[in-house]
């Protein structure tokens, strides 16, 4: 059986308490379970994210692969979706899944991250280019960003309410201008979701492949607000932050094939509502202290700067 990974058991009974427990304890025997049904057997030591565990394995059909198995959660469940519908276009391979499980055999991709590239420039050009690629025409049954508006549009009123002051007004009627006129419609677009540089590998059969997509339909200019919020570590001590995620922004636009206004909205919204959430639950590379007003001082700089 494996060994499941300290601070990953550690992170998942602190987040999910009993449930965490329950499902950790039946862990091992399920990673079993399924590695004799798909014909694998382990090839490596265990690896983690968040919430599941990442088992190297090799397959009697496929090769190398990765045995991956989520934590239950709904933020996992269209996961194999996304993956099934790109057929490997830009994105690891589906091999195998089990819904119930929720467990997948995939292909597997490289350790190394494009976070560890050390090029900023580098980081938005792939992620731009993966973006354009995962753009495909949406399958049916996805959840729908636009279903999302009215929730974002209530706690852009909440937190402006909640925390007056912390941002200037016009940086907060630009972000709700943003809800109202482009979250409520969107293009009937598969996107990543969650697109980062920690979220796309280096691999074999191409350079690079996304991860841990969440499998929304939209606005693929939304993503560019997603790599906005994971890349602050490059932002924060730049001379002019503001001046660099511009150009930021302009390098994704430009290889996603976006609108450059588009991704500068939804960049904007994002980071609006990133200085609300570190007001308001901190972040998990910082919940309290210096670093966490240092992240909280940047997010409003760069919601001001993205202001048009």
């Known amino acids: 059986m494996i060994e499941i990974p300290g601070e990953f058991e550690q992170c998942t009974l602190a987040r999910e308490g009993e449930k965490g427990a329950a499902w950790l304890a039946r862990l091992p025997s399920l990673v079993d379970e399924l590695l004799q049904r798909w014909g694998c057997v382990p090839d490596g030591a ?3 994210g968040g919430v599941a565990v990442v ?15 989520s934590f239950p ?4 469940v269209h996961e194999p979706d996304a993956f099934a519908a790109w057929q490997g276009r830009g994105a690891v391979r589906l091999y195998a899944r089990d819904d119930a499980r929720f467990a997948m055999l995939l292909e ?3 350790t190394r991250t494009l976070a560890e590239c050390g090029d900023p420039d580098e980081m938005v050009t792939v992620a731009g280019r993966i973006s354009r690629r995962l753009a495909v025409p949406a399958p049916e049954g996805l959840p729908r960003q636009s279903a999302r508006a009215g929730e974002w549009e209530r706690r852009l009123v909440t937190d402006a309410e909640e925390f007056a002051g912390a941002l200037p007004q016009r940086v907060v009627d630009a972000a709700a201008a943003t809800v109202r006129e482009l979250a ?3 293009p009937e677009v598969l996107i990543h979701g969650d697109l980062h540089p920690r979220n796309i590998l280096g691999a074999q059969r191409e350079p690079w492949l996304a991860v841990d997509p969440k499998g929304y339909v939209g606005d693929p200019a939304w993503d560019g607000g997603t790599l906005l919020k994971s890349m602050g570590y490059v932002f924060i001590d730049a001379d002019d932050p503001g001046k660099e995620v511009h150009r930021a922004l302009g390098l994704f636009a430009e290889a996603a094939e976006l609108e450059p206004e588009r ?41 001001e700067a993205l202001t048009d």
Not at 73 to 76: E, I, L, Q, V
């Open 108 to 110: 597997r991709a490289r």
């Open 263 to 303: 991704v500068r909205r939804w960049a904007q919204l994002h980071a609006v509502e990133a200085a609300y959430w570190a007001r308001r639950h901190g972040f998990r590379v910082a919940r309290g202290g210096p670093e966490l007003d240092r992240i909280t001082l940047l997010a409003g700089h760069l919601a």
């Open 184 to 186: 409520f419609v969107q």
């Open 73 to 76: 959660h709904p933020g996992n």
């Open 55 to 69: 088992v190297p394995v090799r397959s009697a059909i496929e090769g190398p692969a990765v045995l991956k198995v």
């Open 46 to 48: 265990v690896l983690h």
